[in-house]
Antibody, heavy 118, light 107 residues
């Protein structure tokens, strides 16, 4: 059974940094592309960015609102993908989901809430 | 960016009704479209990928169709368990984008 478990959410102040983690199990993690998708309270879904699998270069792609502030990385030895969030803004407040798939998000974690407030 | 527009935003139907949700893309996306179901307080769940391929384990009352710029998600016979918000998503071009969601309620 595929499992994605996010952690690292919490309350942060504007301008601060936070790193989210997503530990994967139940599939060959190193083979898969991983993405982060977020959902602001009461709002719709927004793709944040993705990282390719290591054989394809492990390159990243980001949505415009987070480009230059957020960084996705992966550690295949730990079956974990990370979302480093720097320069957080109040509009980054959301539940952040870790997902698996190439464009199609086949599996989702339970999400972790990041609240940005002074 | 490719804009995805869903209609209706909310719909109310009776158990057993046939329900259709439309998703329009602002540019051609071929068949690179997925549909997700999100129940209250839960993570989204994949229903349909490549416009019309049913994800394993998803009930056959769900179906998807379309290509190019216009797509539909159909629930052939609405069940109480289908109460949720449904999202379309294109993955033809970056940034991958979602529709605004369509909330399905029981009348």
């Amino acid at each position: 059974e595929v499992q994605l478990v996010e952690s690292g959410g919490g309350l942060v102040k504007p301008g601060e940094s936070r790193r989210l983690s997503c530990e994967a199990s139940g599939f060959t993690f190193s083979d898969d592309w991983m993405s982060w998708v977020r959902q602001a309270p009461g709002k719709g879904l927004e793709w944040v960015g993705r990282i390719k699998n290591t054989p394809e270069g492990g390159t990243t792609e980001y949505a415009a609102p987070v480009k230059g502030r957020f960084t996705i990385s992966r550690d295949d030895s730990k079956n974990t993908v990370y979302l480093q969030m720097d320069g957080l803004k109040t509009e980054d407040t959301a539940v952040y989901y870790c997902t698996r798939g190439v464009g199609t998000f086949y599996n989702w974690g339970q999400g972790t809430l990041v609240s940005v407030s002074s | 960016d490719i804009q995805m527009t869903q209609s209706p935003s909310t719909l109310s139907a009776s158990v057993g009704d046939r329900v259709t949700i439309t998703c329009r893309a602002s540019q051609y996306i071929s068949i690179w479209l997925a549909w997700y179901q999100q129940k209250a307080g839960k993570a989204p769940k994949l229903l349909i990928y490549k416009a019309s391929s049913l994800e394993s384990g998803v009930p056959s009352r769900f179906s998807g169709s379309g290509s190019g710029t216009e797509f539909t998600l159909t629930i052939s016979s609405l069940q109480p368990d289908d109460i949720a918000t449904y999202y379309c998503q294109q993955y033809n071009m970056y940034p991958w984008t979602f529709g605004q969601g369509s909330k399905v309620e029981i009348k």
